[in-house]
């Protein structure tokens, strides 16, 4: 609700000076130098009217609840969260005492502390929605789970799931075999292949599909455990091993190169379409893949998990197939413009990114993915998602932009 302070969020601190108080910044000799090299960007806060106020402040001498003021914007603006007042204050103290302080470590580590408490960005999505229609929004617990409205119009929602979504729905859409199964009785065209639980099998059912497969766990997510474009013994053994870390049924599957999409159906509706890209980095000429990789992870939208839109990039055991298939090694520097992928698999909980096109799918496929969410209307699936490939497109369902 309102506040006496301000018409928006604002914290109340209470800080107990102890022996600074009534002591001024100018009567300790080297702690200005030392806090603004920690925080040079204190040079530039406004104090006084005007900017850069606030550092002839500091040298004029001001008082050290003005300082603690200024230290906790700045790594407000530093972290991009309010940070602990106890921060501050531990600062301004090393400063004082000439000590050395590992500021970047702390700021990560209080990243990752906030990060790990927010909302997903998928439920943060859903609850910035509703209160831009006036809809309250509560966080029910300490994960992801909220509830919209109150009384008898509240509504649960969790990350895509909502009030309307059975358990029936939710376990047919985390085992893939069955989704298959369905998908195909309702006339959506999906890979030929096998379910298998032991090499052998994989073996015996790569060699029956004879072509590139795709290796995955049955009831996995988030793209662990998947292996694309799987063509030879050796392969086969190191997809399945990966896979089976996951889950103790498998998929193997024909692999179908193409683009990758994801078509989202809200109320009997086409919503939204996006492509996905897999996680790669792009040569500079000078950079190693394992350095562009570290450039790409500074990317202050990159987080851990789904904490954040997008996921930082790794180079595990799958990136590192993945790359020999490309003649890379982690330690190889890519030649300018060259593209370099670290998965096969377009999700975004493994480094992938997502680019918009809703306005470029063409009617047929809007009308076949409308088509097939209202068949599921009895499981009350809220929507519908497919990846499609160049086989869409040989079809023609794909508009001409979106495939050159």
């Not at 501050?88 to 103290?93: A, F």
């Not at 995955?216 to 997510?221: A, E, F, H, R, V």
């Not at 990789?293 to 990317?299: H, I, Y």
Request: contains cysteine; charged residues 25%; neutral net charge.
């Amino acid at each position: 609700g309102r506040n006496i302070y301000a018409h928006f969020p604002v914290s109340k601190i209470t800080v107990d000076l102890g022996h600074l108080a009534h002591r001024e910044s100018s009567e300790y000799e080297g702690f200005v130098e030392r806090l603004v090299k920690l925080l040079p960007g204190l040079r530039e806060h406004q104090c006084s009217g005007h900017a850069g106020g606030f550092a002839l402040r500091l040298r004029s001498g001001t008082y050290f609840g003005h300082v603690v003021e200024h230290v906790f914007l700045e790594l407000q603006a530093l972290s991009g969260v309010a940070p602990l007042t106890d921060l501050s204050v531990e600062l301004i103290q090393a400063c004082l005492e000439d000590r050395e302080v590992d500021l970047a470590r702390t700021l990560e580590a209080m990243r990752a502390r906030i990060a790990a408490s927010q909302l997903g960005p998928s439920t943060a999505a859903i609850a910035l929605a509703a209160q831009q229609r006036g809809i309250s929004v509560r966080r029910l617990g300490v994960d992801s789970l909220l509830q919209l409205g109150t009384g008898c119009f509240a509504r649960r929602v969790q990350a895509t799931v909502g009030h309307e979504t059975s358990s029936i729905a939710a376990d047919i859409a985390s085992d893939k075999t069955m989704t298959k199964y369905v998908l195909a009785k309702a006339g959506v065209p999906v890979p030929f292949g096998y379910t298998v639980t032991t090499p052998e099998e994989a073996l015996q059912a790569w060699r029956t599909i004879a072509k590139p497969v795709a290796i995955k766990p049955s009831d996995g997510n988030q793209g662990r455990g998947v292996s694309l474009n799987v063509n030879s013994d050796e392969e086969v053994g190191e997809a399945f091993a990966l896979a089976r870390r996951h889950s103790s049924k498998l998929i193997v599957e024909e692999y179908i190169e193409g683009k990758h999409y994801r078509i989202l159906v809200v109320g009997g509706k086409l919503a939204a379409a996006a492509e996905r890209i897999p996680a790669h980095v792009v040569g500079d000429g000078s950079h190693s893949i394992q350095e562009l990789v570290g450039l790409v992870n500074q990317d202050p939208r990159r987080g851990e998990k789904h904490e954040k839109p997008l996921t930082r990039m790794v180079i595990d055991e799958l990136a590192l197939g993945v790359l020999r298939k490309q003649g890379h090694a982690p330690t190889a520097v890519p030649t300018l413009d060259e593209m370099v992928f670290l998965r096969g698999s377009a999700n975004l909980s493994t480094g992938g990114t997502a680019t918009d096109v809703t306005d470029e799918v063409h009617p047929s496929v809007a009308e076949l993915m409308e088509r097939k969410a209202q068949s599921s209307k009895s499981m009350r699936l809220l929507a519908f998602a497919c990846t499609c490939t160049h086989r869409m497109a040989r079809r023609g369902m794909w508009r001409a932009p979106l495939w050159t």
